[in-house]
């Protein structure tokens, strides 16, 4: 059974920055592309990033490419989302997941990040 467990969120000051983990048991992710989601309140879960199984080809969504860098440990069975200069738009509750997103594995708890002055 995939269990996925996202990390790493928190409260921040616009400009700030954090780094989410995501861990994974039961499944093997470097045999996945794998895919940073984002929920944000009364609103519909959305990709932030994207990184093939190899973490050579990355993608990210127009909101947050220059700010935010996802990256790959297959080692350690993990995937990260680094994110820097967040907006008070970026608050979400954040998830990782293979894609395509209908093709998901059962959600983790997701990771809470909230930007504020």
């Known amino acids: 059974q995939v269990q996925l467990v996202e990390s790493g969120g928190g409260s ?19 045999l996945f592309e794998m895919i940073w989601y984002r929920q944000g309140p009364q609103s519909e879960r959305v990709t932030v990033a994207t990184i093939s199984s190899s973490g050579t080809v990355t993608n990210y969504a127009h909101s947050v490419k220059g700010r935010f860098t996802i990256s790959r440990d297959n080692a350690k069975n993990a995937v ?28 983790g708890q997701g990771t809470q990040v909230t930007v504020s002055s």
């Open 12 to 30: 921040v000051q616009p400009g700030g920055s954090l780094r989410l983990s995501c861990a994974a048991s039961g499944v093997t992710l470097s």
């Open 80 to 107: 990260y989302l680094q994110m820097n200069d967040l907006r008070p738009e970026d608050t979400a509750v954040y998830y990782c997941n293979k894609g395509p997103l209908w093709s998901a594995w059962a959600w």
